[in-house]
């Protein structure tokens, strides 16, 4: 997509932050069992009269020189203040004399309005992570952070991170509180330990907004005289049949997949889902665990669930004859879809995006190529299943240890004031109020809103409701129906959020406003990974060495290197090599909220 459209996933608000791997764990002190209140939790300084009426910003090097209106906020801060947080260096990034990566109009309004502005702690390239854990150990942290699951596991057993339960109830909106309580509360537990608020959940998704489709060439199944899957059978069904049909091109590779094996595409979540459990092989930003079918007040580790047995055999059998991808194991997940691009599949699994990526692909190599969609296949039992979309990105905003409490309150405040002006969005014209880092386009001459953020915060991103935003609209299927309502009147007195909009419903290579109503069909009826707490200590210590167990196993077996029989083996090692005591402090978490 050009950088001169803002991009699908701005207008969502979606996080685009890559996901770190594990890192290895140090040993750090032990948070206390329980965190005392603190007493001075409340900023000491009354507020400055903030602005009256509504304030503008007129943005001439904007594509389309949008002005930015927006509600003046209820508070503003004293003083000037300035929150620290790091900053990613990077050379691909223009800024016009006199901006950078904090200095931006966005931040030049958010300063005019609140009082508040970012400064940078430390500029970083390379590793986020490792420079985070190195500048915790040494000293000099940012006041806000932006933590991945492992990083924030890594912060609380240093006692890096602030108490903020107290500046949380006394300064969040009930609007704010009211959207960070949704999914029953899943959000705000992921951060609470011990019953204190440790962070803030970075960004929220909309309802199943990354549930898996089955795509299809409808072209070739008509072709075949073939129905559109419905069933796990009739998906073997259609790989046989297009692998004898495409038996002389050595690049058919049946089912595309790769190493991390329940993942945003390609996942095998979908014949694993029907039987209760998935396994988390691969996955390191999240492990999936569900409830004990031998005990329901109890959790299970999914990938130690002898549920998905059958479904291990199925695919061992499938990789046998040829139905997936045999090079599969060397592949991630964004090079599973090279064969979806080049038209050397006839099906592959994605969210609701998958039609614009990678389907949208295929017609460069194969111009006749056309793609359908349905709901995964359901088993035997006519199960369907799958892994729900997560209520967030798992992304935890901290702030350092020791910081003054003005400063935790003058952020939620600015929160209050982006969530308030965020769900106007229908009403005014608030184009600005993006997650994502600016760019200036030299050539062109205008500021752009770059296509995805660097790994931690910068400019308007430590203003986290931009992402929590998402709530105004309980799931992208409405956000494409106003769209399309949008697109279907008058155009020509629409503000220029709006027009945008009306380029999204218009565009032919998206598609996504069609499968956005399908996906939704399944939302809900998937599983919820029942464990959402900070990474336990044994997870910290042991999980690497978990993992990289799971993860030869599970590949071992569908190769056919080993048997089902070593799955056995893989359990008892599991348990005997941590995995117990793991499971114990789970279901220690899931009982009483206790995190160890």
Known sequence: MSKMKMSRRG??????????????????PARPESAPANPTATAAQSPAAP???????????YPQGWTTTVNAPRWKAPSSLEISLAVREDPNRNFPPGDDALNTPYNRLMRDATNVFPKAAFTYTGDYDAKMLAVMSGGGLPDFVFLNPQLYGRFLQADALEDITDVWNSAASDLLKEYAGRYDGRLMKSVTVNGRIMGLPSGAKFEAQDNMLLYYRADILEKLNLQPPQTIAELEEVLRATNKEFANDPAWVGLPAHRVMVSWINSFDVFFGPTGAIPSVGRTDIRIWVKDPQNPNKLIYGSVDERIKPVLEMLQRWYKDGLIDKEFFTRDESKSTDPVAAGKCAVFFAPAWGIGWPAGLTKQNVPEARWGFTLPPAD???????????????????????????????????????????????????????????????????????????????????????????????NAGDFYAYAAELAAGDTASL???????????????????????????GAGKGIYPEFFGPPTSTMASRGAQLDKLEQETFTAIITGSKTLADYDRFVEDWKKNGGNQITDEVNRWYETGETV
């Open 11 to 28: 207008f969502l608000g979606v996080s685009a932050a890559g996901a770190a791997g594990i890192l290895a764990a140090c040993a750090t």
């Open 51 to 61: 602005p009256t009426g509504p304030i503008s910003l007129k943005v001439d090097k």
């Open 380 to 474: 035997a039992n006519g199960k369907r299943g799958w892994l729900e979309t997560a209520p967030s990105y798992g992304y935890i905003d901290g702030f350092r240890k020791g910081i003054e409490l003005e400063k935790v309150e003058a952020v939620i405040q600015v929160m209050n004031w982006v969530l308030e002006n965020v769900t106007r969005w229908r009403e005014q014209n608030i184009y600005g109020f993006e997650e994502w880092d600016w760019h200036y386009n030299n050539e062109a001459q205008r500021y752009e809103v770059w296509n995805n953020r660097p790994g931690t915060y910068l400019g308007t991103a430590f203003t986290t409701s931009n992402n929590w935003g998402g709530y105004y609209l309980k």
């Open 495 to 521: 503000n220029g959020w709006q027009q945008a909009l009306v380029e999204i419903a218009k565009d032919p290579e998206l598609g996504e406003k069609d499968t956005q109503p399908v996906v939704l069909q």
